[in-house]
């Protein structure tokens, strides 16, 4: 059996508040939270078996560089959904941006930013 991707860890400015955003959208629940490394806070959020690990430092530091061009930084997540429009209703209404929409073989999808700035693609295949 091939690896599966169990969970990505990132840090984001309130873990809560990213969390409340995905549970809205995505349909994901809650899955733990609590204390993390350095005075920091995590929630786990996602289904069952995946899931994100959203983690606040205790004292963030507020300088932001480019992802794309950070060695180590995070250029995206994606996510794969049953109803591509549903979903980008959604995210308008939650007050996201959404763009870079393509169709490509074998599906559709377009991005958006949160309020960190971190960028998400959203999937919708077949």
């Given amino acids: 059996m091939p690896a599966l991707l169990e969970h990505a860890n990132y ?3 309130d873990p809560a508040a990213t969390a409340a955003w995905m549970e809205t959208l995505f349909g994901w ?3 733990w939270q609590g204390d993390a490394i350095a005075g920091g806070h995590t929630v786990h959020v996602g289904t069952k078996d995946r899931y994100l690990a959203l983690y606040t430092p205790g004292a ?5 560089q480019s992802n794309y061009t950070t060695i180590a930084g995070l250029n995206h997540i994606a996510v794969v959904v049953d109803d591509l429009d549903e979903t980008e209703r959604a995210i308008k209404e939650h007050g996201f941006v959404t763009g870079s ?5 074998p599906g559709r999808r377009f991005y958006f930013h949160d309020h960190d700035g971190i960028e998400y693609e959203v999937v919708q295949y077949g």
């Avoid at 929409?101 to 073989?105: K, N, Q, S």
Wanted: hydrophobic share 25%; proline share 6%.
């Fill in 11 to 13: 840090t984001v400015s």
């Fill in 60 to 64: 963030p530091d507020k300088a932001k």
């Fill in 29 to 31: 629940h809650i899955r």
């Fill in 101 to 105: 929409h393509a169709d490509y073989e």
